[in-house]
């Protein structure tokens, strides 16, 4: 075989799949048994798609056998083996046939190791029937704060406090990151030794003799050498401890300062940060070590494991020295001659190191025995975006040494402008990036547009692609994250517009999912309320069950059974009911499929939803649309969000050595005192530039025929600065859609309000926003905590409620969604305005009513609170998020009809209920 090593570069839309599948059959028309070729993805999706295309092909060879010029083009797209068109023809029947009785081993790499867990399990203490599923948080904090001991607790209440912003849960998260890290971790990287001393004294001693030599030459002290403790004089200093002399500080520049105090200050400070930074990192390693003796614990209770986790299990078994691990490679090296990979950039170091073995057995014999083993991989550098997971890119240069080469440099995905466009973008400053050439004859559209308000400005520009006859579902809205997927459906969805969130969301948020579940606890608990929300749910008017229940009480029926009727009955046929009815089939009770329902991990299902797309730039990693608008973040990332870096060996895979990050300017004066830790800051830091390179990379390359960006204007901090993006256009805009025949709905954007009388009580805050909480199933218990807040302040203000009574009242009604420190919280944020100063004062200006709707065009839209009296009125409307311009905006619009309607003056206020709470008035 001429290339039997070999890893091929592929820039999005270059056709790596394409690549791969023919790689495959290559092997098979060289006499490779479909068995021994091992070919691993990262996604079942991409499996799937890999299986089912090598297929087709195959069958595509076997029908146009005897077709030479079909053959021609098969030998055309295999390379140059030797492989002519009479071999391909004589060796395609055994082929196909061997192909369909042999067993594949086309799966994801996470599939592999659970295969070779399965098979040796009992060396980990890990029992055969394990489960997959994504860890329980909530669960492992449990036990993790049960196991603390009284000395452990002390030491998690000084790492809050270190932590103070966050808490608890921020400790638990950088608990959580490194365990994508641990194999790697040695006990040593968090507990060294130090050189004992009380620096803090010593930078204090030195600091006074500074001070004398100001003082006996200026008669008094700088007001930056005022200090009497250490905390003090870190806060004074930080203006001119980073000089390389005092002098050269223009406050000192005329003082002769003894040099020797400003080197002694210098090398006490970083004592006492190297001290400080000790002590951390001993304190935290302590907690690391309960989190994963609570995290193995939560396995071990429920028998399942976490994907890490199983990779995990792997390398520890292989790590074990009273395992076998060269009999374990001996026997999958003797099935498996070929591996072939895809998206290789994102394999983590412990992927890496499982592989690592099979791989260098198979280059370690190219050349005694060619063709008879292989290996390839393919993958894209540019689109390595899972570095806080794992991943490292360097292992795409690591494993690359002694093989071939090759760069895919033609796009077959995207129209000509948005190629150009991203070349033109990313060439300098992405290293070793290569302009792609363009193979689609379209020409596309390409918009860089800055906006003072992003989501009003995205909004108009999706109206406008709707008139002009796209179809909802061929636009896709690409965001930074999870929270602004939220955000902007909300915001797009008041506007009427019709959304899909694509988010890592629970398939229980589904809507009919929903239902299903309150039905089958009407069955278990009898209580009416379950069955009114099953209706409810789904939309429909309640109707008797009794004959229908006479069927489903049966004992033997299981809960499939139930729910496979109760779909047939009511005709509920989505592909995320269908999951869950597959689900259901694991659980023998009722009970048992309500008591693990929480729980279950499988994701929701967005086909079955039509409409515009929103979705993270992380989630659209390997996928392609018709239509992209990506929008920029609100507010940027710290370089080193988890407080914790790494300094990597000139490998860039081995981890030297951990540091701490503390603060801006703590870190800005630790980086002049201490070398290494700036050399470890300023690698981290170019390290997450890449990561957002990237992650702009993949966001520009989704494209097919039209991509609009956003960028805001008073955004300082602006993902698009990095590559340097301004204003432009590229193409013609109506030129490059493709309309659909089918009628759109365009939603109404002016506001009408013909007369006084549509200002009426026509619905309440539940029952408007009901549609909405529905339709977000990403963060419904966001959505059912400000319904809550509502229907609170509305019984406080109209009833006078007691918190006591309230709470009830709330817990009956959203206990299902939330907590009772949720609810809680929401009487405290009620509180909080009854307390307001100002917002008394509004209510006493007139008639207060609570959640008053009106009509506008036939559409409805809710007050939160009128305050009305003869001569004006006032509005205030709640919000549990943090302020956002778009609410302003909303705002006015609500002043402005409810101007045109009552013919008064208006004031308009919104009250965030965030902290400690405040009122703002819009003007």
């Keep these: 075989m001429d290339k039997a090593l070999l890893c091929v570069s592929a820039s999005a839309g270059s056709g790596k799949t394409y690549k791969l599948v023919w790689r495959y059959i290559e092997l098979l028309f060289l006499g490779a048994k479909p068995s021994s070729i091992l070919t691993l993805t990262f996604t079942k999706k991409a499996a799937k798609e890999m299986e089912e295309r090598i297929i087709k092909e195959i069958q595509s060879i076997y029908r146009h056998r005897n077709d030479d010029n079909f053959i021609k083009k098969v030998e055309s797209n295999i390379d140059n083996n030797g492989i002519l068109v009479k071999q391909i023809q004589e060796r395609i029947s055994f082929i196909y046939q061997s192909f369909l009785k042999e067993d594949l081993k086309i799966t994801t790499i996470d599939a592999f190791f659970q295969k070779i867990l399965r098979s040796l399990c009992w060396y980990v203490g890990v029992e055969y029937d394990f489960k997959i599923k994504q860890d329980n948080l909530e669960v492992i904090t449990e036990n993790f704060l049960k196991l603390l001991s009284n000395e452990e607790s002390k030491e998690v209440l000084e790492l809050c406090y270190e932590k103070r912003e966050q808490g608890l849960q921020s400790v638990l998260r950088l608990c ?156 999958l090296d003797s099935v498996i001659s070929h591996i072939l990979i895809d998206e290789f950039q994102d394999t983590s170091i412990l992927q890496y190191e499982i592989l690592k073995p099979l791989i260098e057995e198979i280059k370690a014999g190219i050349g005694s025995r060619q063709f008879l083993r292989s290996f390839f991989y393919v993958g894209d550098i540019k689109q390595s975006i899972y570095r806080f997971r794992g991943g490292n890119p360097e292992l795409f240069k690591i494993a690359s040494k002694q093989m071939q080469q090759e760069n895919m440099k033609k796009n077959y995905r995207s129209a000509r402008h948005i190629v150009e466009f991203v070349n033109a973008t990313f060439d300098g400053k992405i290293e070793g990036f290569i302009p792609q050439i363009p193979m689609i004859e379209k020409e596309g559209y390409v918009r860089v547009c800055g906006c003072e308000v992003l989501e009003e400005e995205v909004y108009l520009s999706i109206v406008k692609m709707l008139e002009y006859g796209v179809n909802p579902s061929d636009i896709t809205l690409l965001v930074f994250d999870n929270k602004s997927v939220v955000e902007l459906a909300t915001f797009l969805q008041e506007r009427g517009l019709r959304v899909v969130m694509d988010t890592s969301t629970k398939l229980i948020f589904h809507n009919e999912v929903r239902a299903l579940i309150q039905f089958l606890k009407f069955l278990d608990t009898k209580n009416p309320m379950f069955q009114k929300e099953f209706f409810m749910l789904l939309g429909l008017e309640e109707e008797s069950l009794e004959e229908f229940l006479k069927t489903v009480n049966n004992p033997i029926n299981n809960p499939a059974e139930i729910l496979l009727s109760l779909m047939q009955k009511f005709g509920i046929a989505s592909l995320s009911a269908k999951r869950f009815l597959e689900v259901a089939l694991e659980f023998a009770t009722i009970k048992e499929l309500l008591d693990g329902v929480e729980t279950l991990q499988e994701e929701i299902v967005s086909s079955d939803f039509s409409g515009i797309r929103i979705m993270t730039i992380h989630k659209s990693k390997g996928l392609e649309f018709e239509n992209v608008f990506i929008i920029d973040r609100k507010s940027s990332r710290n370089a080193i969000s988890n407080g914790l870096f790494f300094d990597f060996g000139d490998d860039g895979v081995s981890i030297k050595r951990i540091f701490k990050y503390d603060n801006h300017k703590r870190s800005a004066i630790r980086m002049s005192l201490d070398e290494n830790y700036k050399d470890a800051f300023l690698k981290e830091k170019d390290l997450a530039k890449k990561d957002l390179k990237n992650q702009l990379y993949v966001a520009l390359t989704r494209a097919k025929q039209t991509m609009q960006i956003f960028y805001g204007l008073k955004n300082s901090q602006s993902a698009f600065e990095e590559i340097g993006l301004k204003d432009e256009e590229r193409g013609e805009f109506i030129k490059s859609l493709e309309p659909t025949n089918s009628k759109i709905v365009i939603p109404e954007s002016a506001f009408e309000y013909p007369h006084r009388a549509m200002l009426e009580n026509l619905g309440r805050q539940e029952q408007i926003q009901v549609a909405q909480k529905e339709a977000l199933q990403g963060d419904i218990q966001a959505l059912s905590f400000g319904i809550a807040l509502h229907f609170a302040m509305e019984q406080k203000l109209k009833n006078h409620l007691e918190d006591a009574l309230l709470l009830e009242i709330l817990r009956n009604k959203e206990g299902f969604y939330l907590s009772q420190k949720s609810l809680q919280e929401i009487l405290k944020k009620c509180n909080l305005l009854l307390k307001n100063h100002q917002f008394n004062e509004i209510l006493q200006k007139g008639s207060v009513k609570c959640e008053v709707s009106f009509l506008s065009n036939g559409r409805q839209k809710r007050l939160d609170l009128l305050v009305e009296n003869e001569e004006e009125a006032f509005i205030i409307d709640y919000k549990s998020g943090q302020p956002n311009s778009a609410y302003e905006i909303q705002m006015r619009e609500y002043m402005q009809s409810v101007t045109m309607i009552l013919k008064k003056r208006v004031y308009g206020y919104i009250f965030y209920t965030q902290d400690s709470g405040r009122l703002v008035k819009i003007v």
Excluded at 291 to 297: G, I, P, S, T, V
Excluded at 316 to 326: E, G, I, V
């Design 176 to 331: 959580e990151f490194l365990d994508f890290f641990k194999e790697m971790l040695d006990e040593s990287l968090f507990v060294s030794s130090i050189f004992k001393g009380d620096y803090e004294q010593e930078a204090l001693a030195y600091a006074r003799g500074i001070q004398e030599s100001y003082y006996a030459q200026k008669g008094e002290l700088h007001e930056q050498l005022k200090f009497d403790d250490f905390m003090t004089l870190l806060s004074k200093c930080e203006t001119w401890i980073l000089k390389e002399n005092l002098r050269e500080y223009r406050g000192f520049s005329k003082i002769l300062f003894n040099d020797e105090d400003f080197i002694g200050l210098k090398k006490a400070i970083s004592g006492v940060f190297l001290e400080q930074e000790t002590l951390y990192l001993q304190r935290f390693y302590k907690v690391f070590k309960v989190y994963l003796k609570a995290k193995e614990q939560y396995y071990a209770e429920n028998n399942l494991l976490s994907f890490n986790a199983v990779s995990s299990k792997v390398y520890k078994l292989l790590s074990n020295k009273n395992f076998p691990k060269d009999f374990l490679y001996f026997r």
